[in-house]
């Protein structure tokens, strides 16, 4: 999965459990069709370590972040 096709996400549960995930924009964006319709039952997918399946009842909040942030120092232009 190349650097680019791919997003973070933090997922909130009931109960303060969190779960961070590297999916593909397309996962992110399936997620969110599934959140937005009430969907019941489980949702599965494939992520950067491994396969999930998560209660989409359950779920409190995605958090999906714009770009991956670096801890370094830049050349300013």
Do not use: H
């Not at 969110?32 to 494939?46: I, K, N, Q």
């Not at 359950?58 to 300013?76: C, D, L, N, P, Q």
Request: glycine share 10%; charged share 25%; proline share 0%.
């Amino acid at each position: 999965m190349a650097s680019a096709d791919r997003v973070r996400l933090e997922i909130a549960f009931e109960g303060a459990q969190a779960l961070t995930v590297y999916v593909t924009t397309g996962v992110a964006d399936e997620l969110d069709r599934a959140l937005g319709a009430a969907a019941e039952g489980a949702y599965s997918f494939e992520a950067e370590d491994g396969r999930y399946t998560v209660a989409v009842r359950k779920i409190v909040f995605v958090k999906r972040f714009a770009r991956e942030s670096r801890v370094g120092f830049g050349a300013a232009s």
